[in-house]
C-alpha cells in the first residue's frame, strides 16, 4: 500500500520561508515522478513542482519559478519543496503526489497516489 505523508506546513509572514517534506512509503521514490500540487478552497488543484524519477528534470508552476526548489532525499524516500519570498497567494493545502510514471505529466491527473495535504498560510 503507498502511503505519502507530508510535513512541515504552518504559518509564516510574507516573505518568510518553510520547507515541506514528503515520505514515502509502498514506493521507491526514484521509481517515480513526484511533484507538489496546491489547492485553495473553490479553487482547483495547481501543479507547483515536479521532479523527474531518475531526478531531473524538474518543472515549476509559473508563480512559484525562481521561489520554490524541489528536491529529494533517495536514501530517505523523501521529496522536499522548500518555499520562499512566500506570499499570501500561497496560502493553500500543499499535497504530495507520485505518478505511475518516471516522465512527469503536468496536470493532477497523471498522478496516481496522494498524502493527505498539509495546510501553509501566508501572512500579510
Known amino acids: 500500500q503507498v502511503q505519502l505523508v507530508e510535513s512541515g506546513g504552518g504559518s509564516a509572514q510574507t516573505g518568510g520561508s518553510l520547507k515541506l517534506a514528503c515520505v514515502g512509503s509502498?514506493?521507491?521514490?526514484?521509481?517515480?515522478?513526484m511533484g507538489w500540487f496546491r489547492q485553495a478552497p473553490g479553487k482547483e488543484r495547481e501543479e507547483v513542482a515536479l521532479?523527474?524519477?531518475?531526478?531531473?528534470?524538474?518543472h515549476y508552476g509559473d508563480s512559484m519559478r525562481g521561489r520554490f526548489t524541489i528536491s529529494r532525499d533517495v536514501a530517505k524516500n523523501a521529496v522536499y519543496l522548500e518555499m520562499n519570498s512566500l506570499k499570501p497567494e500561497d496560502t493553500s493545502t500543499y499535497y504530495c503526489a507520485a505518478a505511475d510514471h518516471v516522465v512527469c505529466g503536468l496536470a493532477p491527473k497523471f498522478f496516481e497516489y496522494w498524502g493527505q495535504g498539509t495546510q501553509v498560510t501566508i501572512s500579510s
Open positions: 509502498g514506493i521507491t521514490i526514484s521509481n517515480h515522478c
Open positions: 521532479i523527474w524519477a531518475r531526478g531531473v528534470p524538474t
